[in-house]
């Protein structure tokens, strides 16, 4: 994987240098760590992985470092832009990812998933672009969609944050994990968002919520938080983690050290309230 790991460092140094445009393709290193530890936390196996925006790969890429965790069955991602979408197969091939053992489709993911034959998938890891535009009611079959219909709502035109969220949920296994960088917007914003959101949480998909430091991504300052979806949690709670203290100040972003994501993961499993950290909240009565 020498190849593949000099490959890694030249894009995140490209991204780092983008400007805005480089949010768009690569997710830093450490970030991708802290979402691939989250999925397979607990796990010795898992069928397969999917990032349905999946930009260069390198989200996908980080679930393979992980030692005695089995991905029976590869990889799989959708990305819109032409030039991401080459740059994530070529990735595949310079870590030695097999060609029968990866499938990455271009396509517009909302409107065109590419992968519907191969769901549901254990593992799900995404950082989708921030609120951006879609069509929303503008298509009014779109409610009728598998993946959007039982919020009873679409993700509005202005926002499509809940419509990669939605997709991404209705792409999950019944005993998988899903954790998605978002945009804090979509904790706070109301409308048709708010009723998406109360779905989520009523019907027990919300597992845990953790604030990220800010800076930690190419082209943006703003603090993102990661959603982590379940299907099969035992309790109705959610737990919200405090990690904005979690950092390693460097020259142009900060980035999270492994104590960091250590830190992060200890209180993922321990579940415990912890002062100026975490809480375990009870959703329902």
Request: net charge negative; glycine share 6%; with cysteine.
């Amino acid at each position: 994987d020498a190849f593949g790991d000099a490959y890694e460092y030249l894009i995140s140094n490209y991204a780092s240098n983008a400007g805005k445009s480089g949010g768009e393709f690569f997710t830093p290193q450490t970030v991708s760590r802290l979402l691939a530890r989250i999925v397979v936390d607990g796990k010795t196996k898992i069928n397969k992985v999917y990032d349905p925006t999946c930009g260069s790969g390198s989200l996908l890429l980080q679930m393979r470092k992980f030692e005695g965790v089995e991905i029976e069955d590869g990889y799989f991602g959708q990305e819109i832009n032409m030039t991401n979408y080459n740059l994530a197969r070529m990735n595949m091939f310079l870590h030695n990812v097999n060609y029968a053992d990866f499938s990455i489709k271009r396509g517009d993911t909302l409107l065109n998933p590419q992968h519907t034959d191969e769901k549901p998938f254990d593992a799900i890891v995404s950082n989708p672009p921030y609120s951006i535009k879609w069509i929303g009611d503008g298509d009014p079959t779109l409610i009728n969609d598998e993946r959007f219909a039982p919020a009873g709502k679409l993700a509005p035109k202005s926002y499509a944050d809940f419509a990669f969220i939605m997709h991404s949920l209705s792409y999950l296994s019944s005993k998988g994990r899903a954790a998605i960088v978002c945009f804090p917007g979509i904790f706070y914003r109301k409308g048709a968002e708010r009723i998406i959101r109360k779905y989520l949480v009523d019907n027990n998909f919300v597992d845990c919520v953790i604030q990220l430091p800010d800076n930690l991504f190419f082209g943006t300052s703003i603090a993102t938080c990661i959603l982590v979806l379940a299907k099969n949690k035992t309790e109705n709670k959610v737990l919200f983690i405090d990690a904005t203290k979690e950092f390693k100040k460097e020259t142009n972003n900060n980035i999270l050290e492994e104590t960091n994501i250590e830190n992060i993961m200890g209180e993922f499993r321990s579940r415990a309230d912890k002062e100026y950290f975490s809480r375990y909240v009870e959703t329902k009565e």
